[in-house]
């Protein structure tokens, strides 16, 4: 079983996975393998492999756990977290600790091994956001589970581990840090001036070097303070706490952003590794006025890593309204 | 000039170096070229290719940037942020900023290329030490400074981008958040406890099975809550909240404890990238009940990377009681 411990002076909670060292890997030592070389789990025809679906795109109506979707979600078979058992939350001496109660699951975004977010139609990615919101709505309603952080590794570089396009979605009983941390600023901003401060950023933003597109709904900037070089956030124009209570337009309109984006990267930086990551209100929350879902999405260009992850102390070569021109450059 | 920006949202400085992209590196792309094969600045005989030094180890008295030396501190000639000129604070209408003040030096910790922390006598390490403790005690006559960070990268994978063996510090006009973070949680434990959170945590680990050694007054254990796998912290078994207190007998100590840890990693991990970070107080701190300086040491075994990173949020898959007992187990 997992375990969440959480560090006694900074009240980080940390999962404790043993089991996840035991997960495969497709992608080879350098030099890479040509794409498609090896078995796939994810392919059409090889649903036997993987736990059975809980949930999936068949348009013609096809048996469960057969070829003929067009996304599925599964559970993780090397979950981070497992939803059997309770949380019994106990302490160790000076410290606390949890069972790594939760989900750990995958949607396996298209049946095509190469598709990706900057090749699938804009339906196909509108369905996988709408299958991400089902799973967050169908999750809430387990009381001890407080947050599902959705998101995607693309690339190795990344942290993929496996190459056919696929998010995942982990439940966890905690609130992650920095989402917490995001919800502390953000309210004690609220507090002090009375605004959201995402509101405020698009406000001053939209007008600034950071632009990158604004379309149908949707801001796409280089952030003031990027701890990464090129560094996107995508943020609805319209204030709201919540991803999952968004409506299938506005997911249609994200999904266009999505894919735009990730053809602008793609163009200037030579198809990059990437993390898109969802930033949602915790699951259940009331609708928060200090509080604004968004999307942040950071290429993976350097290897520079272990300094800024010891110390919280980022130094980023690339300035913002830079990295914004050149994906303003980038578009079709 | 560098800058310094604010994150509105989480209070997070991060460092716009824009020169730090002209920085070369002596690593090629994979495969992985053989030691010493290319041309090295740090290397004896090639003193005039580096900025004029500040502090050398010169036991027969050499001239300065000449050969003869033990060790040598230079400014970086990249340097993530620069002495000259003013902080000058400012708003940029939401955001704060401020000129991209402070030092940036390099530790050129041996002339031998090829050296190591695991191969030097511990009297060489013991001198790197002391020169890092020098250069904090003169930094901090400069009250635009608040902060000094004392840190190695060893290896590509950890983001060195030259190979000679050296360490660095980024003397900031701000403390980076992990530091903040951890003097605001430890001085919560101290209000609420009475007591300094890293005795309480030497007491309760030493007799762990998260004990790594304990030699000369220094602990080496794997944290409770490790975020990377095999993260080990130094903690000096007397308390005190300042590096640059320490005396010759303590440095002298800890480069033994260094050595003893790197070549346990060496052993059991077969030599791995690793990033190591001193944590102290600010600089002219008064000496504070609650907080311990210390030393973390994180091998960079993945190469997972971004979902941690943008969440705040860590999935470790080695508990440290089994990464405690490689490395107790790999002992000399």
Request: charged share 25%.
């Amino acid at each position: 079983m997992p375990e969440l411990r959480k560090d006694p002076v900074v009240d980080r909670w940390v999962i404790i996975a043993p089991e996840r060292a035991n997960r495969p890997s497709d992608f080879a030592p350098a030099p890479r393998r040509p794409s498609g070389a090896r078995h796939c789990p994810f392919c059409p025809g090889n649903e036997a492999e993987t736990p059975p679906e809980l949930l999936a795109g068949r348009p013609s109506a096809s048996a469960r756990d057969t070829p003929g979707w067009t996304y599925r979600v599964l559970p993780n078979r090397y979950p981070a977290l497992k939803i059997e058992g309770g949380l019994d939350p106990a302490a160790e001496g000076l410290y606390d600790r949890m069972n790594g109660f939760g989900a750990h699951e995958i949607v396996i975004e298209a049946p095509e091994h190469d598709a990706s977010l900057a090749t699938m139609p804009a339906d196909w990615v509108t369905d996988v956001l709408m299958a991400g919101r089902e799973r967050m709505l169908d999750l809430r309603k387990d009381e001890r589970i407080a947050y599902v952080l959705f998101f995607k590794n693309h690339g190795e570089a990344a942290g993929a581990t496996l190459e056919h396009p696929h998010s995942q979605l982990i439940a966890t009983p905690v609130v992650p840090g920095l989402v917490a941390a995001e919800l502390a600023g953000a309210a004690r901003h609220h507090e002090i001036r009375g605004r959201c401060v995402w509101c405020d950023i698009l406000h001053q933003d939209r007008g600034s070097a950071r632009l990158i597109v604004e379309a149908d709904g949707f801001t796409v900037l280089a952030p003031y303070a990027p701890r990464f070089a090129f560094e996107t956030w995508i943020l609805p124009n319209c204030h709201r706490s919540s991803f999952e209570e968004c409506g299938l337009e506005e997911l249609q309109a994200l999904a266009r952003s999505l894919g735009d984006l990730v053809r602008r990267m793609n163009r200037a930086l030579d198809f990059p590794a990437y993390n898109l990551i969802l930033h949602t209100a915790p699951l259940r929350a009331p609708t928060l006025p200090y509080y604004h879902w968004h999307v942040e999405v950071v290429p993976r260009l350097t290897t520079v890593a272990g300094f800024e992850w010891g110390t919280g102390f980022f130094i980023n070569a690339t300035p913002p309204e830079d990295s914004a021109a050149r994906l303003r450059e980038s578009g079709e």
